[in-house]
């Protein structure tokens, strides 16, 4: 098969709405507002803009991927919270991640859509204000020429070379109307009170291309003037001490209001 060449399409999804109690009705009201959750009336089906020959696949999120993608967080949140990143200052209470399943799982009724739409609401009972990162990655050749570790850093990395366009001046205070280069991913996985990431992934075969979705779900967003983080010397404002492996983020104990 002749190489049909490479895109990658990256978009970011920030979300203020009411919250979601977890192992309750994802339909009530108090959930989202007038916006409807992603896990209403939700069957778990792929779309019916899914492709059925061949039927696409819900990526299994190993423990080894899920431990890419946490300490692939963690790993770029430890350069910029020490001040390792060029441009940028080092950070005063930057959470590390970890993982949550409830994130993942409605992450996984995101990419089930085969097409790269936000919800309109995902947020949990935990996480009243989660954000979202999507990617999407064809390919073309076999499937199976790309794996799946590949693509979870392909997407990361996507993500993350937006700190080029971003500047420190956005950082202290996330910017309104904005039109610049697309900063919405790199703001995400910096912000300081992502203390949790959720992600799923789908791949499928459409018109003879590959198709990698990847959505990461966050447990809160960045809200217009609002700090992506507090600069300082690095961890000096972790009221639990820092973390074991990644000495300028905040222990897993840290505790953060929303």
């Avoid at 896990?39 to 803009?49: F, K, P, Q, R, V």
Wanted: glycine share 6%; with cysteine; charged share 15%.
């Amino acid at each position: 098969m002749a190489h049909l060449g490479v895109f990658q399409k990256v978009f970011l999804f920030t979300l203020g709405a009411a919250f979601v109690v977890a192992d309750t009705d994802y339909c009530s009201s108090s959930l989202c507002g007038s916006s409807q959750h992603i896990a209403c009336e939700n069957s778990g089906d792929w779309s019916s803009a899914c492709p059925t020959s061949p039927a696409p696949i819900a990526v299994d999120i190993t423990p080894q991927l899920k431990n890419q993608i946490f300490r692939g967080h963690n790993f770029r949140r430890q350069r910029l919270a020490s001040g390792n990143l060029p441009g940028f200052e080092p950070a005063a209470r930057m959470a590390s991640v970890r993982w949550s399943e409830e994130l993942a799982q409605l992450a996984a009724l995101n990419v089930k859509q085969c097409e790269m739409q936000h919800d309109a609401c995902h947020n949990t009972d935990q996480f009243k204000a989660s954000g979202q990162n999507l990617a999407m990655i064809g390919y073309g050749g076999d499937q199976s020429s790309k794996t799946d570790k590949e693509l979870v850093t392909q997407s990361l990395t996507m993500w993350w070379s937006e700190h080029k366009d971003t500047t420190m001046a956005q950082i202290n205070e996330y910017p309104s109307n904005y039109n610049g280069p697309p900063i919405g991913h790199f703001t995400a996985m910096a912000q300081e009170k992502n203390t949790h990431v959720g992600c799923a992934a789908a791949r499928y075969i459409q018109n003879n291309m590959n198709y990698w979705l990847f959505a990461c779900n966050y447990a809160t967003t960045n809200f217009i003037g609002q700090p992506v983080y507090t600069a300082g010397p690095s961890a000096s404002e972790c009221t639990k001490g820092t973390h074991k492996n990644f000495d300028a983020l905040c222990k897993v104990s840290e505790v953060y209001d929303r």
